[in-house]
């Protein structure tokens, strides 16, 4: 059974860069056919994918966010990382890693794995 931990800080003040990891335990992020997700929840609001790097290290990112995302992975840590630059306010959220078999990750997506999820504020 496949485990995810997300991690990174809580607080973030806006203009830097958010870098959250995730952790992978029970399975290999190279093998063939999943995709690592990144995906958040803002208050009030539903889920958003924002991208996603394949067991082949190819990269995926949502349109809107892709100026300012960047995933990357150790395979040695079995870690995927996400990055998030010039945050602001309406970046926070919830942040959740993810396994799946499709590229774009929905609530709906039947096989995901989740982690818990991390909060993070952007907040001077």
């Known amino acids: 059974q496949v485990q995810l931990q997300e991690s990174g800080p809580g607080l973030v003040k806006p203009s830097q860069t958010l870098s959250l990891t995730c952790t992978v335990s029970g399975g290999s992020i190279t093998t063939n056919y999943y995709y690592w997700s990144w995906i958040r929840q803002a208050p009030g609001k539903g889920l958003e994918w924002m991208g996603a790097?394949?067991?082949?290290?190819?990269?995926y990112y949502r349109p809107s966010l892709e100026s300012r995302t960047s995933i990357s992975r150790d395979t040695s840590k079995n870690q995927f990382t996400l990055q998030l630059s010039s945050v602001t306010p309406e970046d926070t959220a919830v942040y959740y890693c993810?396994?799946?078999?499709?590229?774009?990750?929905?609530?709906?997506?039947?096989?995901?794995?989740w982690g818990q999820g991390t909060q993070v504020t952007v907040s001077s």
């Open positions: 993810a396994r799946s078999k499709t590229i774009v990750v929905l609530a709906t997506t039947n096989g995901t794995s």
């Open positions: 790097i394949a067991y082949s290290g190819n990269t």
